[in-house]
């Protein structure tokens, strides 16, 4: 038998950005999203919970190395998002389409440490995979969203 | 395809209480209850953190704006329970039937919402609902209870 | 030659309190305590910071026995003030000529604590005295008092 | 009807431990811990969460009485790690087969307080029995470890 | 006699902003300031912490109306301030002469405050005025800058 | 003019210890210490706050390049004691002579960075220079040691 363990490391990125829909006239913009319209943006610190989960390994007595899980964090996501702004500076937002919210924040987030950790299983020929089971943001200290996959 | 967000919303309120139910004796509230049981009540910071779940609007990039939850907060819950007395100000708890538990107030606060969401969701007549998932409060900082409508 | 060191003991307790001052009419204390003055009362969990101040003992490497400062404070506040009502279960504040802001509970501490470090001093006939030197509240994240004996 | 409620009591302990596996080599080791493997180890102030679950006793308004709880992780946990060093005082983590990694000290107090439960839950000969929910552990403020006994 | 009274207000603001001095050549912009000097800025939660000073108030047990003083730095800062660009946004910084550092921005709220603070003491016609103590800012939760008018 | 910063940097690290002093026989050290004097010692994650003080630079808007500071706090602390034994493998409390009590801990970690900052201005060959001021650490959430040279 092996136990189910679910692992979260919490890491920091400081970031400007402004939500703007280019679904929604400049009037529908200002009325939604209020001053988080501001024309030349705002910032937070958003703090990041990437929580993993699988099978324990015995002989380790660890899920996955901690230290594997921040380098995996660093490389994808802070070293792209940290003090950047996220409309300019990231691909994934930048053409408008899709606007930074902490909602797709966190898909993103999601679908970029989904794939990695699938390269980072493959790599390490495992029988039993880690899963991302779960990214966690917290915009502020009063504004949280998770986001699981589903 | 529509993601499932969840997004929570934390607030504080202040707000005295006394642990005393009538389904016990004086001598047994005491003993129950403690120094909670304090003849003229005690008080505390509750930190509440609601959360709702639903499916992402592509358009807006938000599972509902957080004006929108932070106003229906407010109105149906701050506005009756900060610096009040939860067993002298709040009806659900006067008449003592029902002991100001962080476990009942969580449970009080979920039906308030719930009903304040459904009608929410109606007035925006929309095809997906809003769901509320859960109810946490934290009364101090080693008390935490939850909620999610079970 | 002795160092001067700065050690701070944090403490929690739980109090209901109302905000009403003799030397108003019902009206004047509506008009500035505003909802602090709920007839019933409200609540916080007061966060205490006692700072005491004084040389270094090299043999024990420590100012005072964070044990005994523990147990002081134990004894002299939290016995006194947690799950209490302050105006209704503290001499100090009964009589209503003393509102229990959080300035005045400040300084209700500062007396007392001022008055066991003596004690506690004269007790162990120390050649040099530890002296309080800052008593700090926060009575909810966001509103902090601060009292040095000035 | 009786709703279900999850009751979170958060405790802290300080210990000191090293990571090191007797299923690797002296080598292996330092390869796979890096610094958690220093020779005479290191420590954490680590923050518990213990979270049960089961149905809300209507008549006293809690699920358990939180002073029970207390005592309980007191007397089961605290006690046994609080200013220890795991590897050297506790039996579980002595021989080095277990290796003292969060995930294994998530799994260790599991199984302690689902025993200390059970026991719990027959002495009060209860209809319903509380249940524990999960453990979780904060090793630094950016490591944490959740196991729910799967 | 009077107590001297410390009291702090604790409020937040969302902002963007960038590190870019007119004093330097770009190549030294990006030496001095590293990824603070990105192109389109970055962002953060600042957490602003205001504390004045003067004797306290016997009649109200208060040194200053909180509401008062929360509505002073509503006023003159967190309107201007949150979620804003500050570099774009706010006239102090716009120019450029003044580099938007979290030491330059306590200077900056220091002025605003300790004016209106002047401004509130000559309405009120008190005998004794309340005078500002000390501005602190958490950038992160790592980097904090304090002013204190000296 | 120049205005007066105070400028906070903190960082933390994770190390065991034991409170045991050559001073005291092995049952005062028991007396005395209490658990903090357990054999195989117990571990903090301890939270490290240095701030330094003096002119601002009128042209960066920076007390001192946070990058510079961090660095130099690398060097000189969190090296030689992030995740180690602090009376096994720090040469400072090796011998016994000076027991690894938080607050020696701060004096120690005082001397480094007072050292280290002289050279630091030195090398930078600047008019005025950056001070220390405060060396300030959490050994717990609920105990706090402050030292500032005197």
């Known amino acids: 038998m092996s136990e189910i363990i679910y692992l979260t490391r919490i890491e920091t990125f400081s970031a400007a950005h402004r939500l703007h829909s280019v679904h929604y006239s400049d009037?529908?913009?200002v009325l939604i999203y209020g001053k988080c319209n501001n024309?030349?943006?705002?910032?937070?610190?958003?703090?990041?919970?990437?929580?993993?989960?699988?099978k324990l390994d015995y002989r380790s007595g660890m899920l996955m190395n901690i230290t594997d899980l921040k380098s995996l964090i660093k490389t994808e996501i802070i070293d792209e998002l940290d003090h950047k702004h996220l409309d300019m500076d990231v691909e994934y937002f930048r053409n408008g389409q899709i606007v930074?919210?902490?909602?797709?924040?966190?898909i993103y987030i999601w679908k970029k440490l989904e794939k990695a950790l699938n390269?980072?299983?493959?790599?390490?020929?495992?029988?039993q995979s880690i899963k991302l089971y779960e990214?966690?943001?917290?915009?502020?200290d009063k504004n949280t969203v998770t986001y699981r996959g589903e």
Not at 39 to 54: A, D
Not at 100 to 106: A, P, R
Not at 119 to 127: A, G, L
Not at 135 to 140: D, L, P, R
């Open 27 to 29: 009037d529908e913009n």
């Open 39 to 54: 024309k030349y943006g705002h910032g937070h610190n958003y703090v990041l919970h990437v929580t993993i989960s699988g």
């Open 100 to 106: 930074s919210t902490t909602e797709n924040l966190c």
């Open 119 to 127: 390269t980072f299983n493959n790599d390490k020929n495992q029988n």
């Open 135 to 140: 990214i966690k943001i917290h915009e502020t």
